[in-house]
């Protein structure tokens, strides 16, 4: 099974509409980031959380609202979509140890057209 | 502020040719330098890290990078690449003990037969 997970694999909506984005993770991982990929511009960060009551912006956040439900579970909202949110989305999970430090596991990916 | 350039947008080289993926990074505090490859419709995987030490590391597929702190780059290497090495590499930087990754805009390898 995979260790971080991400529903839907696929979406398309209509401008205006709502919709939520859920990543769940198994790897037991305090830190967990949502980032959008466009062509050309890599990885941006959406969003980020340290653990449940910790929540940060990122680079790109606007437009954009989060949920940490859990530990194991991070929700990335669209309020009201809009065609240039088209792109696609990545979980990530990470943990800070001597051992592993900064290493980011990242889920499938989410592909999300606005139309 | 941190940055990460990946100088070659996309990299076309033929099977069992080598190669090097540049990546240069900007920053006036000491940095983790990563590379990711990211296959066809799948998510990223780490290849490779640097925290500190050896300044040559060797990763996952047969990469390996070098850190060079006087030219602020990390560029990736294979002596010998393979078809299935096709892929979209990412070069990124994290600063400290932030845990915040910053990426490059990445460069596309295909490998030709």
């Known amino acids: 099974d995979a260790d971080v997970t991400q529903t839907p694999r696929n979406r398309i909506t209509k401008t205006g509409k709502r919709i939520m984005l859920e990543c769940s993770q198994t790897?037991?991982?305090?830190?967990m980031y949502w980032y959008r990929q466009d062509p050309g511009l890599g990885l941006r960060l959406i969003y980020y959380s340290f653990d449940v009551k910790d929540i940060n912006k990122g680079e790109i956040s606007d437009g954009y609202s989060v949920s940490r439900q859990a530990q194991a579970k991070f929700s990335l909202s669209l309020e009201s979509a809009i065609p240039n949110q088209t792109a696609l989305y990545f979980c990530?999970?990470?943990?800070?140890?001597?051992?592993?430090?900064?290493?980011?596991?990242f889920g499938p990916g989410t592909r999300l057209l606005v139309l | 502020a941190q940055s990460v350039t990946q100088l070659d947008s996309q990299v076309p080289v033929f099977e069992e040719a080598p190669v090097e993926l540049r990546c240069n990074y900007s920053?006036?505090?000491?940095?983790?330098l990563f590379w990711y490859v990211q296959y066809p419709n799948q998510g990223l995987q780490l290849l490779l890290k640097?925290?500190?030490?050896?300044?040559l590391v060797k990763g996952i597929n047969g990469f390996e990078a070098e850190f060079n702190k006087s030219q602020t780059s990390f560029h990736l290497r294979k002596p010998s690449v393979h078809i299935s090495d096709t892929a979209e590499y990412f070069c990124?930087?994290?600063?400290?003990?932030?845990?915040?990754?910053?990426f490059g805009t990445g460069t596309r390898l295909q490998v030709f037969p």
């Open positions: 920053s006036s505090v000491s940095v983790y």
């Open positions: 640097y925290l500190s030490g050896s300044t």
């Open positions: 790897k037991g991982h305090d830190r």
């Open positions: 990530a999970t990470s943990e800070l140890t001597s051992g592993d430090q900064e290493t980011q596991y």
């Open positions: 990124a930087v994290s600063v400290g003990n932030t845990d915040k990754l910053i």
